[in-house]
Nanobody, 127 residues
Framework: QAQLVESGGGLVQAGSSLRLSCASS????????MGWFRQAPGKEREFVAA????????LYVNSVKGRFTISRDNAKNTVYLQMNSLKPEDTAVYYC????????????????????WGQGTQVTVSS
């Protein structure tokens, strides 16, 4: 089993930056890809970014490419989401998730591919 705890959310103005962190415990962290998802009010949860276990492969939704960067520190069992140039439409609860498959070669963007989820952290971007 894996336990995931997100932190770093908050209220910021458009154009600002935030860095989200997700600390993992209970499973061999570096063996699994990690993903970030978000859910805005009244909308379904959507994929944001994912990173392979080694950190060598990443994937982003088009709307955040060039603004968000996913990274991981396997020594600290932590995955990060650096968010720059934030927009009001980035407002959402952000969740980190752990891949259900060990040593997946191609990072996944489908929620069903992830089996452990954090509790979420709120990001609010004002205009």
């Amino acid at each position: 089993q894996a336990q995931l705890v997100e932190s770093g959310g908050g209220l910021v103005q458009a154009g600002s930056s935030l860095r989200l962190s997700c600390a993992s415990s209970g499973r061999s962290f570096s063996d699994y890809a990690m993903g970030w998802f978000r859910q805005a009010p009244g909308k379904e949860r959507e994929f944001v970014a994912a990173i392979s276990g080694s950190g060598s492969s990443t994937l982003y939704v088009n709307s955040v490419k060039g603004r968000f960067t996913i990274s991981r520190d396997n020594a600290k069992n932590t995955v990060y989401l650096q968010m720059n140039s934030l927009k009001p439409e980035d407002t959402a609860v952000y969740y980190c998730a752990a891949d259900r498959r060990r040593f997946r070669l191609v990072v996944a963007r489908t929620q069903d591919d992830y089996d452990y989820w954090g509790q979420g952290t709120q990001v609010t971007v004002s205009s």
